[in-house]
């Protein structure tokens, strides 16, 4: 695991690890600490507007978010990515946001925006009219099934498919044991499934 990093660093000599600006910040370093804010703010957003809709909320939220990050970086234990506990802090900050307000979080109703994971933009080159319809239609087919998981297999199954999450990062972030999250992925995985069936066998 430490083989990576190090290789990055060679190849770039002016880059620095995670671990390594956290190093940073624990000795004063704000500079640092502005690196990752800067690395990954597109990213947290994107979390939080999952659970979140309005845009000004989103971006209160993602602030409020790497303040708790900075307020806990000496609890950042480093046996897991950084990513991986800011993603953690940033789902808990918009949990906690709807919870003080009497709403349960409720997931994106449009997945495909969430990190601009996918912009659409190798179907969209040659795609026809027809196609690029029974492309909306699947899209707004899938972002419905996915909104309509029940939270905890939504966050395990986003984290999986469109974050790429290991098992045991998703573990972690969501505070369950790697078969819970297995099973959730299985789950959400097979409703998702059954409700574009139809779609995907007519097209």
């Known amino acids: 695991m430490t083989a990576e990093p190090s290789k990055r660093v060679e190849e770039l000599p002016d880059s620095q690890t995670d671990l390594q600006l956290v190093r940073k910040v624990r000795h004063g370093d704000r500079a640092a600490f502005d690196l990752l804010v800067i690395k990954y703010q597109s990213r947290v957003a994107s979390i939080i507007s999952r659970y979140v809709y309005d845009s000004q909320e989103v971006m209160d939220l993602a602030q409020e978010t790497f ?11 480093g046996d897991s990515a950084f990513y991986t ?15 003080a307000r009497g709403r349960r979080p409720q997931g994106s109703a449009d997945a495909a925006d969430a990190e601009n994971f996918d912009d659409g933009t190798r179907l969209r080159d040659t795609a026809s009219p027809e ?9 707004q087919e899938l972002s419905r099934a996915i909104a309509a998981l029940p939270e905890e297999l939504r966050s395990a199954f986003l984290l999986r498919e469109y974050d790429g999450l290991s ?11 790697i078969g819970t999250v297995r099973s959730r992925i299985f789950r959400a995985r097979d409703a998702v499934d059954r409700q574009l069936g139809p779609i995907l066998g007519a097209g």
């Open 131 to 139: 196609r690029e319809l029974q492309r909306d239609q699947l899209q």
């Open 67 to 77: 303040v708790k990050a900075y307020r806990a970086i000496d609890r950042f234990r």
């Open 167 to 177: 098992y045991e990062d998703i573990a972690r972030i969501l505070e369950c044991p």
């Open 85 to 99: 506990w800011l993603y953690r802090i940033a789902v808990n900050t918009a949990k906690n946001y709807l919870e």
